[in-house]
């Protein structure tokens, strides 16, 4: 099996180099030029555990950073990883990162491959954003098309084994999708999820991410509670968890980060208004504020020196 990945950051990188030592031959295309040095020399951008050395040893074997894909090849799949920002003023999603993506690959795609959508994106992206610019590309009707959804969910540090060993979910939007994406995951891990739909398996992500988020979140808020009544929060919530299966409250300190903080955005972008996407835009909301207060918290405790993610 072949396959093309596009963006080799973190969400790309280990995917590809988990892939190629499951037997998967595999082609990356990278536009930053410090990923690309890093990678001739058999190595990371990042400090992954064990990845350096599965670089080394599929480097030019199994795995391939090339400038672009040959259209002497057959490809199975093309995977995008590149990330879906917000536009600075309207907490909207910018596809131009995804759009460049597929047209990095449009010289080599003739609607035959399954294109597979990795990263963290607003419910509907895959089929409203992907599929008709794959459409567009092939000259096929959508109905011909093999797409996928199947989100990324590792924990930096330990991406390596959770790759293996965590539940990949994946969807299509036709049962030829769903099968070949079923084979490509297969090679890497026995344990797979299907979603019912495209937008399930978006959904999931976003709800994994911003779960974490809003946990994160009630942490501060409990600390910060506990403050006004002029008790140490962090003991309480310790005193809370402690032996107590129940609770497992998070200690205070940052929220969010470049992925958590948005994708709460990203889960309300397509989302008619209602009771559940205003909750859950409060408690972002909520939690930008926090953050500002438990920076001025800690602040206070250590004299100065720390500031807003």
């Known amino acids: 099996m072949r396959i093309g ?127 008709p610019l794959l459409e567009k590309i092939s000259g096929k009707s959508q109905e011909n098309i093999f797409v996928a959804m199947c989100p990324e969910r590792t924990l930096e540090g330990v991406a390596i084994h959770e790759l293996k060993t965590l539940p990949q979910i994946i969807s299509g939007n036709n049962s030829h999708a769903i099968e070949i994406a079923r084979e490509l995951f297969s090679k890497i891990t026995n344990n797979i999820v299907q979603a019912e739909s495209l937008e399930e398996a978006e959904l999931a992500k976003l709800y994994c991410n911003t779960y974490r988020d809003m946990n994160f979140a009630i942490g501060n808020a409990f600390c910060l509670a506990a403050q006004s009544f002029g008790v140490d929060g962090a003991k309480v919530i310790a005193i809370s968890n402690k032996d107590y299966s129940r609770s497992k409250i998070a200690l205070p300190g940052f929220v969010a980060g470049p992925c958590l ?49």
């Open 261 to 309: 903080e948005k994708d709460a955005y990203l889960l309300t972008n397509n989302m008619p208004d209602c009771e559940s996407k205003n909750f859950i835009l409060t408690a972002r909301r909520i939690s930008d504020s926090l953050e500002d207060s438990v920076v001025r918290f800690v602040n206070q405790k250590l004299g100065g020196g720390v500031t807003n993610l």
């Open 5 to 131: 990945i596009i963006g080799l950051g973190y969400v790309g990188l280990t995917l590809a180099i988990v892939a190629a030592d499951s037997g998967v031959e595999v082609f990356g295309t990278e536009v930053n030029p410090e990923i690309k040095s890093c990678l001739k020399n058999n190595r990371a951008h990042f400090h992954e555990t064990g990845l350096n050395d599965l670089i080394a040893k599929h480097n030019g074997k199994n795995f391939f950073c090339v400038e672009k894909f040959s259209a002497d090849k057959k490809f199975d799949a093309f995977i995008l990883t590149v990330g879906t920002p917000l536009k600075k003023n309207s907490k909207t999603p910018n596809f131009d990162a995804i759009t460049a993506a597929v047209n990095s690959f449009a010289d080599v795609y003739d609607g035959s491959q399954l294109v597979i959508l990795r990263s963290t994106v607003s419910v509907g992206t895959t089929r409203k954003v992907v599929l």
